[in-house]
């Protein structure tokens, strides 16, 4: 596995590092963002144990290529805040529209790069969806029809199959969120992106596992990892 670290927006107030794996063999192209939201620190340390364990070779992808941006906002992280304006609004809602954020811009223009098949988009939400279905803590989320769903729904059972408690169990959403990083990917370079999000009332640490969990499972499942 050979490994590059790069910054993202490297002459913005917003420049932040993002790190490419690429495997011995070929294989597709896996995108991992997280930070987007600048509170969401269960889904931001998971990325970055990710990275760690990665560069320490503690992890390792055999096929294709990863891309990770463990900490997208580094600015509304420092506050722990959302973010003003919400980031997760502002990527291009059509293939002929622009960002309507340098940071969104950024990202979107290392998407439109590489076009990974598979992008996933780290967040933590409120409540668990086990309790109320209006609430997205503990659920993944994909485009409705997106090829991507049966893969969800998989990856879903199993790791419920690994949860005792059940109202720590994760939900599917079918959600189109124009705006968002997840859509702009699905909707102008087709990949089957998808959300994650963790509940942020749940442990810390529980939360930091579910997280990378998740993302190790999609890997394997999409051939980057054995
Ligand atoms: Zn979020």
């Not at 509170?39 to 990710?50: C, D, K, M, P, Y």
């Not at 803590?137 to 419920?160: A, C, D, E, M, W």
Request: glycine share 6%.
């Amino acid at each position: 596995m050979f490994v590059k670290k790069y910054i993202l927006a490297s002459a913005t107030p917003f420049a932040t590092p993002y790190y490419i794996f690429t495997g011995q063999f070929p294989g597709p192209v896996f995108m991992v963002v997280s930070g987007i939201h600048g509170n969401e620190t269960g889904s931001i340390r998971a990325a970055q144990e990710l990275v760690n364990m990665l560069m320490r070779r503690e992890l390792s992808i055999q096929k294709g290529t990863l891309i990770i941006v463990p900490l997208v906002n580094i600015k509304a992280y420092r506050k722990r805040s959302r973010g003003v304006p919400d980031l997760n609004r502002t990527f291009p809602r059509k293939s002929n529209t622009t960002a309507r954020h340098p940071l969104a811009a950024a990202l979107f223009q290392l998407v439109q790069r590489y076009r990974p098949a598979w992008y996933l988009d780290l967040h933590e939400a409120n409540g668990l969806s086990q309790r109320n279905a209006k609430r997205l803590g503990q659920t993944l989320i994909i485009q409705p029809g997106s090829r991507g769903v049966s893969i969800v729904r998989h990856i879903i059972k199993n790791i419920n199959s690994s949860i005792a408690n059940p109202a720590y169990r994760f939900n599917l959403r079918l959600r189109e969120l124009p705006g968002s990083s997840r859509t702009a990917t699905a909707r102008i370079i087709g990949a089957k992106a998808v959300t994650v999000e963790t509940c942020w009332s749940l442990e810390h640490a529980l939360r930091v596992n579910y997280q990378k969990d998740i993302v190790c499972r999609f890997l394997k499942i999409a051939g980057l990892m054995s």
